[in-house]
């Protein structure tokens, strides 16, 4: 039990163009859902947290207009990275929780490369 | 900033245990100590949480100090699967996770 996915697992896309990442669990309904990013031989750096139905809250530093997320049902959020550009070339992970429960459990992340 | 530390690197010979320790001194009486790995290029993958207990998995052994400020987690037969980077990670408020870096685990033949 407790699988999340991602899809695509990876994305090649032009400088200025936007690019959007599925998150889904899978096998529960995942009543908040993180995302993360990661770059080359560094930690994952929370991005965002977001709960079903309502805005996501950014941590300090990510624009929230670059970055858009939406988690409209339980099972499903999704990351839009708008007009990107090199610098947004990362390692996108996901990560879901359960209702009632305090463990995250990980997508496979989404490798982006803007050209 | 994380709430843990962890040495950045350890070797292991296969077959061997390995022991990852990770000390979050600041820990408070309600909040778990979790344990992930990442393989390379890979989502992390959940081994085993705790609050205050020794814990036991298929996959590993989770030993946390009476004060709770450190915790170590062991790998009883390492194979060179198990080779990744190992987290140890406290929540932060409401069910956040902030990751440190990690340690660097290498079973070696």
């Known amino acids: 039990g407790a699988v999340v996915s991602q899809h695509p697992s990876w994305v090649i896309c032009k400088s200025g163009t936007s690019v959007k990442i599925e998150c889904r669990s899978l096998?529960?309904?995942?009543?908040?859902m993180f995302w993360y990013r990661q770059f080359p031989k560094q930690s994952l750096m929370l991005m965002a947290t977001s709960n079903e139905g309502s805005k996501a809250t950014y941590e300090q530093g990510v624009e929230k207009d670059k970055f858009l997320i939406n988690h409209a049902s339980l099972t499903l959020s999704t990351l839009t990275v708008t007009s990107a550009h090199p610098e947004d070339s990362s390692f996108y992970i996901c990560?879901?929780?359960?209702?009632?429960?305090?463990?995250?459990?990980f997508g496979p992340g989404t490798r982006l490369l803007v050209l | 900033d994380a709430k843990t530390t962890q040495p950045p690197s350890m070797d292991c010979a296969e077959g061997r245990a390995a022991n990852l320790p990770c000390n979050h001194s600041?820990?408070?009486?309600?909040?778990?100590v979790y344990w992930y790995r990442q393989i390379h290029s890979q989502g992390p993958q959940y081994i085993i949480h705790?609050?205050?207990n020794n814990e036991t998995n298929e996959m590993a052994s989770l030993i946390i100090t009476e004060d709770r400020k450190s915790s170590t987690l062991i790998l009883p037969h390492a194979t060179l699967r198990d080779t990744a980077v190992y987290y140890c990670?406290?929540?932060?408020?409401?069910?956040?996770?902030?990751f440190g870096t990690g340690t660097r685990l290498k079973v070696l033949a």
């Open positions: 705790g609050l205050k």
């Open positions: 096998d529960f309904q995942a009543t908040t």
């Open positions: 990560s879901a929780r359960d209702q009632g429960q305090e463990t995250q459990y």
């Open positions: 990670i406290v929540r932060v408020g409401t069910y956040k996770y902030i």
């Open positions: 600041t820990i408070s009486g309600n909040e778990y």
